[in-house]
């Protein structure tokens, strides 16, 4: 129960003489009185130099206070203050203010006039900002804001340069302040109880730090820079997710106290660190040099048709028996198997449905060894010779030069008395069918070899050029041609030739496929570019722990090579150890059309990931998964079950539901997102294209969003397209027709494509299974998938009147270019480019004429506008402008260069990279709020920036920006993409990218 204040004779028998008898300064201790209110008359006592109000129920203090003018010291902590009181700020001899433990929810600007301050406490408020003009507080020394709701600090602790001790910990700061890398008389740094999951690599900039204390948090790792904090006394980082130590932490001179209980910590090992500093030490200076003996390891994987027995065929290797009915497998596993012959396998099983070989080709790496399985008891020549070469297509597209050994299954199915001639008959129909597909596929490489040779000796010769099929393609661009078909010819499928028929339910031949996986696994010949190793470096083991401990799906290859630095291995051996580790299935290593590497540290919980989300069975599995869905209502479910199986769309709250396990954040379902949409399986779009009222606070809502999967769209073409693209041009119309064909589509492929090009393609579209309808730039665009007696044709297509045809190329252009880099996804897929005579397709010929798709990467020749049509024998001519590109410069390469800079931006950067572009931060949070992809927001700010700052949206511009804010890596990445010299060439590039070049983009 509050108390009446103290009358004024009580005051002064309270007082208490500071410095001594005769100072003519005093202090007053009125806490712990449970005071309602102050004393008008202690504004009277105008000596007063320290005041102690602690823990009591003040709300308010009385007026009479702003007489203290020579206060030095107050305590009001522990009071019910719901803001700073006015009489504060007239105190302005105060050098020491502690207001924590309140109920402040802002602090006042005038608080920033107290010049003297030395000393400011507020923790345990309820603040959720500072002021920026707290850099005025130019004396203070110590400033403690914990237990708050601060998501940030200003700016203005930059300066102050006077600062001892911060404290921050107990709020939600997700970011480090790298405001207090500037101040170089820090001393104590307290940010506990947060959730940062990173610090800054510039950490080292605090030489005086002493204490620093990061625990409760969710870092990851230690940058290296904290090496460079040599006063360092004290380091707390217990309760995170620290894998490993920074090499050399042992070497800090005055580290004295070291905690880091509660973390995964593998390197150093527990026992060691344990041990202490010096422990710690001796341990990471023997680590570069020990290594360990290591049972030979190799990655199979086993893929082939559903219901050929890869299933049944794990268990017998790794079981030895089946002793109950084995289910089939559903999207994949992945079951390591040590043999008795000290090899340890990691089997890859994979389904053989369809749906699900549209994206686990991603598990496809070249050093790893493939069982090719086939049920040899329903073998036919004639029916599975399409179905055998599927599959020698599949793999040789994905992993040309990857050893590939056949097993013929369900031998036990043939009648004892005629088992072993059946299954040797079988075994040669099947061999027979692999040696005519080997066959067929060389010569078709060696042909276009020899039309290029050709069309090269042609060039070289001094006669005048003859009419050839190629003729037009320039020099470079056949030569580059030609060195591809040449790669395509040397690292051909390497399949074996013998066949190896088992039984899994005998065990009939499962001895003879083992012996063959162990001798492959130590044998060099069979993967002659990677030694066969019996020893590792004892930080490569280590390295394997920190890689599948990570939360993440993926991660760069820059952050694998941090956390390699740390376990030991030296930074020259990054490349080879992430390659050994890929090479025995411990990760993957995946590169995306955007064409930046991504490493898979935990592919087993990748694939399971992937099959909350994809299913052969879409009606059976949504019934199977109901319980997830307990919270929609009937309505919410029946039009998200619609959505999925009518147009492929799915839901915001539908994938959260499938997804829950895996994406307990925001962040999680970001990573979630650019994840399917890097493996080209989903990418998202807004509901509605309205807008929502600009003057409202509006915050990125999921619900706001939807997910297309192309893998679950309709079969059958919609009937709009009918009416919207008519087979044939109508007059006056010029259609642009650029496409590939292929002898082999992959599964995923046309898929990943469709993903890849959505900004271009548009939000607001018709999909099916095997095309694309939509309007870019008031001009209908038609992406398809066709199946002809030649083979398969993806094309992407345009129509414009005939005034308007330079433009077809804007629209067209960039969907091609994005089928060539997927393309590139698929190294040993044989591909043809071309473009369709305008001509043929105005008349709707049957079989058009196609022109080279070298043309595509050849400038147009100079004076030439129509070109004979070859299906008329030069009757009738198109236009060139309709088979040969408009010329590109290097700003018109902006695409790409947009894509490296968007894939390499940090999040925490893209913010500062949009105002140094002059972007204002309305348009910044239209971006935000548009899309919900973190990966979408750079790319969109950067387009953003190029589209409304077209005239100086150049790349000098872009480096320039990047330089600004301090990512010279990224700038240099830039100029590497342009072609340009990396590293300090700035007079080169501003003339380089102000002038138009001769060369065509490529």
């Known amino acids: 129960m509050a108390e009446e204040p103290p009358a004024r004779g009580t005051l002064r028998s309270r007082l208490r003489e500071l410095d001594g008898a005769g100072s003519g300064r005093w202090s007053l201790d009125l806490s712990g009185q449970y005071l309602a209110t102050l004393p008008q008359e202690l504004g009277d006592i105008t000596e007063l130099g320290v005041l102690d109000v602690s823990r009591n129920r003040l709300e308010a203090f009385p007026a009479s206070t702003s007489q203290l003018s020579v206060l030095t010291d107050l305590n009001a902590a522990h009071n019910i203050l719901v803001q700073v009181p006015p009489e504060v700020h007239q105190m302005s001899m105060l050098e020491c203010l502690n207001l924590s433990c309140n109920r402040l929810t802002a602090l006042p600007d005038e608080v920033t006039q107290l010049g003297l301050l030395r000393r400011l406490v507020l923790d345990m408020n309820k603040l959720t900002a500072l002021p920026e003009g707290i850099s005025q507080l130019s004396s203070l020394e110590e400033l403690n804001v914990g237990g708050n709701n601060l998501g940030c600090l200003p700016e203005g602790i930059s300066k102050l340069t006077k600062l001892k001790r911060l404290c921050a910990d107990s709020n939600i700061l997700t970011a480090f302040p790298t405001q207090v890398l500037q101040l170089s008389g820090l001393e104590e740094l307290l940010l506990n109880h947060n959730r940062l999951c990173e610090l800054t690599d510039n950490l080292g900039q605090m030489t005086g730090l002493k204490t620093l204390r990061l625990n409760s948090n969710r870092i990851q790792t230690l940058p290296d820079s904290v090496l460079g904090l040599n006063q360092l006394e004290e380091l707390d980082v217990q309760n995170n997710q620290l894998g490993a130590l920074p090499l050399g932490i042992g070497t800090l001179p005055h580290l004295a106290t070291l905690h880091l209980s509660n973390n995964p910590i593998v390197q150093p090992p527990p026992s060691v660190c344990s041990m202490g500093i010096e422990a710690i030490r001796r341990y990471q200076d023997d680590l570069a040099s020990a290594t360990t003996a290591v049972p030979h390891r190799l990655k199979v994987v086993l893929v082939g048709p559903a219901g050929s027995g890869k299933s049944t065929l794990v268990r017998a290797l790794v079981r030895g028996s089946l002793k109950n009915d084995v289910v089939p497998t559903h999207c994949a596993d992945i079951v390591p198997w040590n043999s008795d012959d000290n090899v340890e396998f990691c089997l890859y099983d994979l389904s053989g449905r369809g749906v699900y070989q549209a994206w686990y080709s991603w598990m496809f790496t070249p050093d790893a060894l493939y069982l090719l399985t086939f049920n040899l008891y329903d073998l036919d020549p004639e029916s599975s010779q399409q179905d055998v070469e599927y599959w020698l297509n599949f793999l040789n597209a994905k992993v040309p030069g990857a050893p590939v050994c056949i097993v013929g299954t369900h031998t036990d199915e043939f009648t004892a008395a005629l088992r072993a001639k059946k299954v040797a008959r079988k075994c040669k129909d099947l061999s027979d069918i692999v040696q005519k597909w080997n066959q067929n596929n060389k010569q078709g490489i060696e042909a276009e070899c020899e039309e290029i040779q050709g069309a090269l000796a042609i060039k070289e010769s001094t006669s ?370 071309y473009v369709t005579c305008a001509h043929c397709l105005r008349k709707g010929v049957n079989n058009p004429h196609r022109f080279s798709g070298l043309l595509l990467l050849t400038a147009p020749p100079p004076g030439i506008t129509l070109m004979d049509c070859p299906s008329t024998h030069g009757a009738e001519t198109v236009q060139a402008q309709l088979v040969y590109p408009p010329h590109r410069d290097p700003d018109q390469k902006m695409d790409s260069v947009l894509e490296v800079v968007a894939s390499k931006l940090e999040l925490r950067d893209w913010r500062k990279l949009g105002r140094t572009f002059g972007l204002t931060d309305a348009e910044l949070d239209d971006i935000r709020y548009d899309f919900s992809d973190v990966q979408e927001q750079k790319y969109q700010l950067l387009w953003s920036w190029r589209r409304r700052r077209r005239s100086i949206a150049t790349a000098k511009r872009l480096v320039s920006a990047l330089k600004e804010i301090e990512l010279h890596d990224l700038a240099n990445a830039v100029r590497e993409t342009l072609g340009y010299k990396p590293a300090n060439q700035n007079d080169q590039l501003a003339c380089q990218s102000s002038q138009p070049t001769n060369q065509t983009a490529r």
């Open 464 to 833: 005048k050029e003859p009419v050839h099929p190629l003729s037009g393609v320039g020099l470079s661009a056949l030569q580059r041609r030609l060195k591809q078909l040449q790669k395509l010819k040397e690292t051909r499928l390497q399949v074996w030739e013998e066949i190896v028929p088992v039984s899994s339910t005998t065990m009939s031949g499962i001895p003879d496929l083992r012996a063959c996986l162990v001798t492959a696994a130590s044998n060099s010949t069979v993967f002659p570019s990677r030694p066969r190793m019996t020893s590792v470096p004892l930080s490569w083991l280590t390295l394997e722990k920190l890689l599948q401990q990570q939360p993440d799906f993926w991660m760069k290859r820059e952050e694998c090579g941090r956390l390699a630095v740390q376990s030991g291995v030296p930074a020259e051996q990054v490349p080879q150890v992430l390659e050994h580790l890929q090479a025995v299935g411990s990760i993957v290593m995946i590169t995306p059309h955007h064409g930046e590497e991504k490493v898979v540290p935990n592919p087993g919980r990748l694939l399971a990931f992937l099959c909350t989300l994809v299913n052969h069975d879409v009606e059976e599995w949504l019934k199977q998964e109901s319980a997830r869905f307990q919270s929609f209502s009937k309505v919410q479910y029946l039009e998200a079950r619609n959505s999925l199986l009518q147009h492929g769309v799915m839901s915001h709250s539908m994938l959260c539901a499938l997804t829950a396990k895996y994406t307990r954040t925001t962040q999680d379902q970001v990573n979630a997102l650019e994840l399917l949409r890097g493996l080209g399986l989903s990418y998202s779009v807004r509901k509605t294209p309205q807008r929502k009222d600009q003057n409202s606070n509006h915050k990125n809502s999921g619900n706001d969003w939807q997910h297309c999967f192309p893998v679950y769209c309709r079969d059958s073409t919609p009937s709009e397209v009918a009416m919207r693209w008519v087979p044939l041009p109508p007059v006056n119309t010029d259609q642009l027709e650029v496409g590939c064909h292929l002898s082999f589509c992959p599964p995923g492929l046309f898929s990943h494509l469709r993903v890849a090009a959505y900004r271009h393609l548009g939000a607001e579209r018709l999909d099916w299974q095997t095309g694309v309808l939509t309007q870019v730039a008031d001009r209908p665009l038609i992406l398809q998938k066709t199946n002809t007696k030649d083979g398969i044709h993806i094309t992407v297509a345009s129509r414009v009147c005939v005034d308007g045809t330079v433009s077809l190329w804007q629209v067209v252009l960039p969907v091609a270019d994005i089928l060539s880099q997927v393309l590139q996804c698929w190294p040993g897929l044989p591909h043809h480019l």
